[in-house]
């Protein structure tokens, strides 16, 4: 079935990009169904969404992070990836990757990568 | 944005005790209310869509329902898997917007 799995350092200095990539098997990503999102939760809190992309290269981004936040994706590697810039210790959380489907919701998530920024 | 508010934000049950939690949306979202249940160290897993529509493979013991602002998740006998916390998430506007969480322990 289908799978998610997050890859990316796990340690990040302040003001540098994080850069994270989704690898999905079992399924494909080109699925006129779904959209692939990224999903952060900081030690102890709550989910916050991130951003989306659609396989043909459409994103929609949380505005409370747009101007850091780029999202990609990679149809021939069955990849989408997360580049977020300028990050301070707020950053610090781990980072799902999603798919979300038809009715907005999100099925299917990877286990999760903890980045942690500092220096 | 709209804000998600969940109550209570714990509580101790017993296994085989109904457990009621309320999910609150700070503008109406018609019947765009998910709901998420996650074990410490897990990612979330996606238990009710739609507000009332169960996701495959779930456990037919819970269930959701409401409309507009108000949304409620029953789990009808409480099991000892399903100690966990749990999320409910708006997919109504952009951004989709999480509640704080709601968590369940042993009484």
């Known amino acids: 079935q289908l799978q998610l799995q997050e890859s990316g350092p796990g340690l990040v200095k302040p003001s540098e990009t994080l850069s994270l990539t989704c690898t999905v098997s079992?399924?494909?990503?080109?699925?006129?169904?779904?959209?692939w999102g990224w999903i952060r939760q900081p030690p102890g809190k709550g989910l916050e969404w991130i951003g989306s992309?659609?396989?043909?290269?459409?994103?929609y981004y949380n505005p409370s992070l747009k101007s850091r936040v780029t999202i990609s994706v990679d149809t021939s590697k069955n990849q989408f990836s997360l580049k977020l810039s300028s990050v301070t210790a707020a950053d610090t959380a781990v980072y799902y990757c999603?798919?979300?489907?038809?009715?907005?919701?999100?099925?299917?998530w990877g286990q999760g990568t903890m980045v942690t920024v500092s220096s | 944005d709209i804000q998600m508010t969940q109550s209570p934000s714990s509580l101790s049950a017993s296994v085989g005790d109904r457990v009621t939690i309320t999910c609150r949306a700070s503008?109406?979202?018609?019947?765009?209310l998910n709901w998420y249940q996650q074990k410490p160290g897990k990612a979330p897993k996606l238990l009710i869509y739609?507000?009332?529509s169960l996701q495959s493979g779930v456990p037919s013991r819970f269930s959701g329902s409401g409309s507009g602002t108000d949304f409620t998740l029953t789990i009808s006998s409480l099991q000892p898997e399903d100690f966990a916390t749990y999320y409910c998430?708006?997919?109504?506007?952009?951004?989709?917007?999480f509640g704080p969480g709601t968590k369940v322990d042993i009484k």
């Open positions: 999603a798919r979300r489907v038809a009715t907005n919701a999100f099925d299917i």
């Open positions: 079992g399924g494909s990503i080109s699925s006129s169904s779904y959209y």
């Open positions: 992309i659609y396989y043909s290269g459409s994103t």
């Open positions: 503008q109406s979202i018609s019947s765009y």
């Open positions: 739609a507000a009332s």
């Open positions: 998430q708006q997919s109504y506007s952009t951004p989709p917007t």
